[in-house]
Nanobody, 127 residues
Framework: QVQLVESGGGLVQAGGSLRVSCAAS????????MGWFRQAPGKEREIVAA????????YYADSVKGRFTISRDDAKNTVYLQMNSLKPEDTAVYFC????????????????????WGQGTQVTVSS
């Protein structure tokens, strides 16, 4: 069992930056691919970024490419999402998710693929 806790959300002006973190407990994340999703009011949950278990293979949604960076620190059992040049349309609850995998080099972009989820952290970008 893996418990995931997000932190670092908040209110920021357009153009600003935030870093959200996802701290895991219960298991090491070394054998988990990780993902960040977001869900805005009235919208479906969507993939933002994903990273394989080794940290070498990364995916970004087109809407955040060039602005967001996903990274992982397995020594700290934590995954990060650095968000720069934030836009009002980035406003959402951000969730991290973990997928147990025995294959490095593979990430997952659909919510049903993931085994564990955090409770989410609110990110609000004002115009």
């Amino acid at each position: 069992q893996v418990q995931l806790v997000e932190s670092g959300g908040g209110l920021v002006q357009a153009g600003g930056s935030l870093r959200v973190s996802c701290a895991a407990s219960g298991r090491t994340l070394r054998t988990y691919a990780m993902g960040w999703f977001r869900q805005a009011p009235g919208k479906e949950r969507e993939i933002v970024a994903a990273i394989d278990s080794s940290g070498d293979t990364i995916y970004y949604a087109d809407s955040v490419k060039g602005r967001f960076t996903i990274s992982r620190d397995d020594a700290k059992n934590t995954v990060y999402l650095q968000m720069n040049s934030l836009k009002p349309e980035d406003t959402a609850v951000y969730f991290c998710a973990a997928k147990l995998t025995y294959y490095s080099g593979r990430y997952y972009t659909t919510a049903p693929a993931y085994d564990y989820w955090g409770q989410g952290t609110q990110v609000t970008v004002s115009s």
